[in-house]
Structures are given as C-alpha cells and as structure tokens.
C-alpha cells in the first residue's frame, strides 16, 4: 500500500514538471529527479510484495494509516530541497507535511516570485491530502472506532469489516463528486476575475480546506466575487461526503440530511455577528466590506481552510476571542475538514444536557440521540477519550513550544491551528499577516508532529506508540 501510494505521488509530480518546462525554470529537473527517486523505489516495493495482500485488522489499520502519511509527507518534502528556494530539510518537511494535512501554515515567503511549478505543487499536496483525509474518514476511521467516528460508517460496511475491499465501492463516487467540485470552483474563480493558474490552484485548495495560496496576501486582492465563490465552496469542502455519497444514490436530500449541516452553520452564524461588529468598530470598512470580510475569515477558520483577506488580528480582542473559539471547531466529519468537529460538539452539548437531567431525576434514563439514532456507549466513551486527549496534547505542546523560546501566546496559538490544521494562528508572528518562517527548527518539528497529530484524530497515531500495540498476539 505504502509502494502504491507513494507511485501515485511520484506521478502527481509530472504535472509541476512540465509547467516548469513549459515556462523554461530548471526547478523542473528537481520534479524529474523526484519522479524517478520516489516511482521506482515505489515499483520496487509492488514487486517485492506482490501478491495476496495481509487480511486487514485494527492493528494494520493503525499501522497502515501512519506508515501512508509519514511516507508520503517526506516523499512530497524532496521537491522542496531539490528546488530553486534552498530551504532546508525541516522547512520542506514542515511545508510537505503541512501540505498534505491541508493545514495551510506555510514558511514560505515571496510566493509570486516562486516558480509555477512549485506553487502547483503546493497546490497539488493539499488536493491529494484533502481526498486522502475524506477516504481515510469514510473507510478506515470508523472501522478502527477512533474518536466516535464508528457512528459514521457507511451501511454497507456492515458486511465484512474488511475497509480496504470497500474502497473500489466508492472510489468512483468519491473522485468523481471531488473532482466536479473542484473543477466547478475552479470554473467559477476564473468567472470571478481570476487567472487561470490562480483559479486552478485556489480550486484545488478550497475544496481540500487547505488555505494555501499563490500570493503572499492570499485573498485580500480579489475581488468581492471571488470571496463569494471562496465562501461558498469553502463551505461544501466542510460538509460531510457521506451526504453527497447518499443523495448521489438516493437522490433524496432528506436521506442525505445530517444535523452536523445545520449545526455548522449556526455555529458560523453566531461568529460571525461579533466579527462583523469588531470589524465594523475598527473604521477601516464600509458596512458591506465589514460583512463580506468578517464572513470571509470566520468561514475561512471555522472550516479550517485558512485563508485570509485582511489581518484580523488588528481588529482589537473581541475579534481575536472570535477566532481563537473558530479555530478550535472545525468542519464536519467526514470532510476535507480538520479541527475537533462539529458532530463532537453537538454529542457532547447532548450528553451535557443529559447529566443536567440524571442530576434532577436520579432515576430516570435519558439516553443521548444523534441524527434519530441512539448512541452506543462505546461512541460516547470514544468521544469523551478523544476531548481529553485533545485538550491534553494542547497544553503539553504549548509548555514544549514555549521552552523552545517562543512567546506563550505563540506557542499556544502555534498548537492550537497545527493541532486543528487551520494553518494561521491569532498572534502578529504567525497570524494571518504572518507565517511560520521565523519559527525556531525544533518548534517546527513539535507542529509536524501536532500536524500529523491533528489529521490522524490523535488516538490513531498515539495507539502506536504504545508497547501494547507491538506486543505479538
């Protein structure tokens, strides 16, 4: 699998390539180097272990989730050493690895000036992590019951818990719908006023709520038309797959209807109100830039996505308050979304009101509901574990990143958007106006590991870890 993938990876790079043949850049021999390195230890590694494959388990489904993304993001960091830029080995594994994750933070600067091909690149990462993130939480999460995400499977894996035998089950149904979103998007962009190049790159990264761009100031020289479309499709790369899975089939939006929908929305609704009045309390918009660019960026942070049109941070405390919650939600599960999940807040707020009830009727039995369906308890504990890990790993990464010499409001911010992939954080020094360049090496190995944590919904990579999980049977 790890063979596979990483061939798939190596061609991806065909493309970077021959846009910088084209606009004659020799950052194209890097790609060609790239491709022949990774393709043909890749081919080596499907002849070595060709054959029946290895009947899948938790215990390979675990393996084989962390193997893929770790693999995969040090294959996707060559480019980066072999181009034109001369970062170094940490800055192209933070910048691969914070492609693929969709978390958008970025080291890099001056992106006008980069070579096209490394900005499709870029571009192309976060595509392939975003569909990626959407089959691992489809096919693979649920079976291994991480985080409650077992309440999502899909009806038909309830015969065989065999996730890899399903995955040509819907493999056309999930490539087809994400590449007609993001050829839509793209349409649309370049209806909006965008080039070409711009529309396909911002495309690619919207629908995969990634938040890398082109430019420097990311959205801020679009025009309103393209914040629209940005909000708009921002929005359908959070909402859960499995919807447009059962209305594709059912053709029934009643069927395809989940609560996670109507809760993310009143979740953005009720940020937004306050971002738009300390927007508007600063004199810098007129009330309808106020609007438009207070929606932008809630949309942006609560969806993960991580693009920017203005530096927000500017716009006094009750806007920083505003993001700091936006950036702790994130989008629905089953999404190219990270962050802690809407789904998790809503069982949550349920099971809160159910111990209020117990408190007043010790005797009575009020279970907790999602979607019509009751939860099992192990759903429940699994979401619980997940909240406390979450919370946890927060603050002992923020004690780690401080002892680098950060500032404990950088530090925490850093861990907060790498922890939830939101990429920028709520400080000058990597907030919306900035990045993670200036960030010490050892902090950024810290945030790979909290973005890999983040995207792999904590328990899958923490269970490895584990002497348990290496103990034969």
């Known amino acids: 699998m790890t063979g596979l993938f990483c061939l798939y990876l190596a061609v991806a790079m065909l493309a970077p390539m021959i846009v910088d043949i084209i606009d004659d850049n020799e950052d194209w021999k890097g790609f060609m180097v790239t491709f022949f390195l990774v393709g043909s230890i890749s081919a080596a590694i499907l002849i070595a272990n060709r054959g029946e494959m290895v009947p899948f388990s938790p215990r390979m489904g675990f393996l084989l989730i962390n193997v893929l993304w770790i693999t995969t993001s040090f294959a996707s960091s060559i480019p980066f050493l072999l181009g034109a830029t001369e970062i170094s080995f940490t800055?192209?594994?933070?910048?691969?690895?914070?492609?693929?994750?969709?978390?958008?933070?970025?080291?890099?600067?001056?992106l006008e000036d980069l070579p096209r091909g490394l900005l499709l690149w870029?571009?192309?990462m976060q595509w392939l992590g975003g569909i990626g993130i959407v089959a691992m939480g489809l096919l693979i999460l649920p079976f291994l019951r991480v985080g409650g995400m077992q309440f999502f499977r899909m009806e038909s894996s309830e015969r065989a818990d065999k996730p890899v035998a399903r995955i040509q089950t819907f493999a056309s149904y999930l490539i087809t719908i994400y590449v007609m979103l993001t050829l839509s998007c793209m349409v649309t962009y370049a209806a909006g006023g965008m080039e070409w190049f711009d529309a396909l790159n911002h495309a690619m990264t919207t629908i995969a709520t990634g938040g890398y761009s082109t430019h420097d100031t990311s959205f801020a020289q679009f025009g309103d038309a393209v914040l629209v479309t940005a909000i708009i499709f921002?929005?359908?790369?959070?909402?859960?797959?499995?919807?447009?899975?059962l209305f594709l089939i059912n053709n029934d939006f009643r069927k395809a209807f989940d609560s996670q929908i109507i809760g993310l929305l009143i979740i953005i609704f009720a940020l937004f109100i306050p971002a738009f009045i300390a927007a508007s309390d600063t004199g810098a918009f007129l009330p309808s830039d106020a609007f438009l660019h207070s929606l932008f960026n809630v949309v942006s942070i609560v969806t993960t996505t991580g693009y920017a049109t203005t530096d927000y941070v500017s716009w006094g405390p009750l806007a920083v308050s505003v993001f700091l919650v936006a950036s702790f939600v994130g989008g629905c599960a089953g999404s190219t979304a990270g962050g802690f999940k809407v789904y998790r807040l809503i069982i949550?707020?349920?099971?809160?009101?159910?111990?209020?009830?117990?408190?007043?009727?010790?005797?009575g039995v009020f279970p907790v509901y999602y979607n019509g369906r009751r939860l099992a308890p192990e759903a429940l504990q699994s979401i619980t574990v997940f909240f406390f890990a979450f919370i946890a790993i927060l603050f002992i990464f923020t004690i780690?990143?401080?002892?680098?010499?950060?500032q404990f409001d950088d530090a925490f911010a850093g861990s907060l958007s790498c922890l939830t992939n939101v990429g920028p954080g709520i400080t000058t020094l990597i907030g919306p106006a900035g990045n993670f360049a200036t960030v010490p090496e050892t902090a950024k190995w810290l945030m790979i590991i909290l973005m890999l944590l983040g995207r792999l919904e904590i328990m899958t990579l923490l269970v490895i870890l584990t002497p348990m999980f290496w103990r034969s049977d």
């Open 400 to 406: 780690l990143l401080a002892a680098t010499g950060m």
């Open 348 to 363: 949550l707020a349920q099971t809160l009101r159910a111990s209020i009830r117990e408190l007043v009727y010790p005797n």
């Open 234 to 245: 921002m929005l359908v790369g959070a909402l859960p797959f499995t919807a447009f899975f």
């Open 122 to 124: 870029r571009s192309t």
């Open 91 to 110: 800055d192209s594994v933070f910048e691969a690895v914070s492609g693929l994750t969709t978390t958008g933070a970025t080291v890099m600067t001056g």
